[in-house]
T-cell receptor, first 109, second 117 residues
Framework: RKEVEQDPGPFNVPEGATVAFNCTYSNSASQSFFWYRQDCRKEPKLLMSVYSSGNEDGRFTAQLNRASQYISLLIRDSKLSDSATYLCVVNMNTDKLIFGTGTRLQVFP | AAGVIQSPRHLIKEKRETATLKCYPIPRHDTVYWYQQGPGQDPQFLISFYEKMQSDKGSIPDRFSAQQFSDYHSELNMSSLELGDSALYFC????????????????FGPGTRLLVL
């Protein structure tokens, strides 16, 4: 079983839609949580950190539920440029980032 | 703003050959990380360096070695290449050691695409 699990998708949504991704992690010792975005054949780029209190950055909202070991990402008012793979990432206070396999999002006109 | 630089961007090698990948971190970043991403896979942590010393080790094969130099650039040396080594190799850097400051972002370079024939 992978340490970080995500629905691979793809999620196909029209422009303007709201879409939510979920992620679960298996190790309760996990300390830090992130969402990265990766475009095809490009490097992962940090989208946002995820805090226990939940946090928002423009159209993006991230939530963390430590009790259920569950992380979510909500994207409102989807844009064509949001099409990418969204990687759920966990860290246990080591140098190693543990990536989920990613959820692919395709926004269509 | 300066980003992580990796070279070469593309590399084609034959089985049993050697390859050296280079990584130049963002200026004033002292920690470097290497990841391997196979086709359709998520990035897997290989190894990291802090202040020129190895700081953490992941799933790096014994055929691979790496080091960080006095100017903080890092090189990943890969020997006896196998077909399964074909992948994207990312280098990342951060301004402090991740484990010491978990919210410190790891910035990824554009990657080196290695193809072993």
């Amino acid at each position: 079983r992978k340490e970080v699990e995500q629905d691979p998708g793809p999620f196909n949504v029209p422009e303007g839609a709201t879409v939510a991704f979920n992620c679960t992690y298996s190790n309760s010792a996990s300390q830090s949580f992130f969402w990265y975005r990766q475009d095809c054949r490009k490097e992962p780029k940090l989208l946002m950190s995820v805090y226990s209190s939940g946090n928002e950055d423009g159209r993006f909202t991230a939530q963390l539920n430590r009790a259920s070991q569950y992380i979510s990402l909500l994207i409102r008012d989807s844009k064509l440029s949001d099409s990418a793979t969204y990687l759920c990432v966990v860290n246990m206070n080591t140098d190693k980032l543990i990536f989920g396999t990613g959820t692919r999002l395709q926004v269509f006109p | 703003a300066a980003g992580v630089i990796q070279s070469p961007r593309h590399l084609i090698k034959e089985k049993r050959e050697t390859a050296t990948l280079k990584c130049y971190p963002i200026p004033r970043h002292d920690t470097v990380y290497w990841y391997q991403q196979g086709p359709g896979q998520d990035p897997q942590f290989l190894i990291s360096f802090y202040e020129k010393m190895q700081s953490d080790k992941g799933s790096i094969p014994d055929r691979f070695s790496a080091q960080q130099f006095s100017d903080y650039h890092s090189e990943l040396n890969m020997s006896s290449l196998e077909l399964g080594d074909s992948a994207l190799y990312f280098c990342a850097s951060s301004a402090s050691r991740w484990g010491q400051n978990p919210q410190e972002t790891q910035y990824f370079g554009p990657g080196t695409r290695l193809l072993v024939l």
